[in-house]
């Protein structure tokens, strides 16, 4: 198992706790989102052909989840949480195509995407997220000096 370091996310830490609370969240939930589409694109593309509905449903949400992943992300009001995977009407299509059962071999589709992806989206993401919440703090800072 590797381990992946991500330096210089206190200094990022420290501007989002200066903006308002909507707007470091915001700025944060595109970065995340931004950041999870060519791993969307590819287990689209890796989801078995014959699954239906299933490789159109494979999104990026910051509503996905489970009812206990729900309730935790309501304890901190200032987290975002961003998921990628098949929407929830279909999570009980999704689990056995990707695990497989005892009908099909498992497909592997979501897993392939991710080690695809992982390494270029965690490699970096200090850099990257430290640009966002930098244009996010501009675009505020901005809109505070229209305000007068």
Not at 71 to 94: C, L, T, W
């Amino acid at each position: 198992m590797s381990k992946t370091r991500i330096e210089g996310l206190s200094a990022i830490n420290d501007v989002l706790r200066s903006l308002p609370r909507a707007t470091g969240k915001a700025a944060l939930t595109r970065f995340g989102k931004k950041r999870l589409e060519p791993m969307r694109d590819t287990a689209k593309e890796k989801a078995p052909k014959d699954s239906g509905e299933l490789r159109d449903s494979i999104i990026i949400s910051t509503r996905q989840g489970s009812p206990g992943q729900r309730k935790r992300r309501f304890e901190n009001k200032a987290a975002v949480e961003i998921y990628m995977g098949p929407s929830k009407d279909q999570h009980g299509h999704a689990v056995p195509q990707e695990f497989g059962s005892i009908h099909n071999p498992p497909a592997g589709y979501m897993r392939g995407a991710w080690d695809q992806h992982s390494g270029e989206l965690l490699t970096d993401i200090a850099a990257d997220l430290g640009a966002a919440v930098d244009g996010a703090a501009k675009r505020h800072a901005r809109k505070m000096a229209r305000r007068g």
